[in-house]
Nanobody, 121 residues
Framework: QVQLVESGGGLVQAGGSLRLSCAAS????????MGWYRQAPGKQRELVAAITRGGIRNYAESVKGRFTISRDNAKNTVYLQMNSLKPEDTAVYYC???????????????WGPGTQVTVSS
């Protein structure tokens, strides 16, 4: 009923920039928090950044000052601007959203399929 689709990943050299986008679609009544997570090979999935519907942001220490999360509530879309990328940022990046579907009583977490970000040294 609800789908999240990421875009914008790719290969970039260290010091470069990428902008990820994630659009939510389907039978959506409301979206609360949206966020980006990442998972590198052999590591656990970790929170990169999150943003509430009202615009309160939270970042992992490792990306503060380099990454910026934003959202467009009218488009049900969240963005992640990634600057000064480092090889250790290499991972699959996943979009997450807390969604209440039309007619539903509860909020559910939805995930996108992920997009690969590779930073070469």
């Amino acid at each position: 009923q609800v789908q999240l689709v990421e875009s914008g990943g790719g290969l970039v050299q260290a010091g470069g920039s990428l902008r990820l986008s994630c659009a939510a679609s389907g039978s959506i009544f409301s979206i609360n928090a949206m966020g980006w997570y990442r998972q590198a090979p052999g590591k656990q999935r970790e929170l990169v950044a999150a943003i509430t519907r009202g615009g309160i942001r939270n970042y992992a220490e490792s990306v503060k000052g380099r990454f910026t999360i934003s959202r467009d509530n009218a488009k049900n879309t969240v963005y992640l601007q990634m600057n000064s990328l480092k090889p250790e940022d290499t991972a699959v990046y996943y979009c997450n959203a807390a969604v209440k579907s039309v007619g539903a009583m509860l909020w559910y977490d939805y995930w996108g399929p992920g997009t690969q970000v590779t930073v070469s040294s």
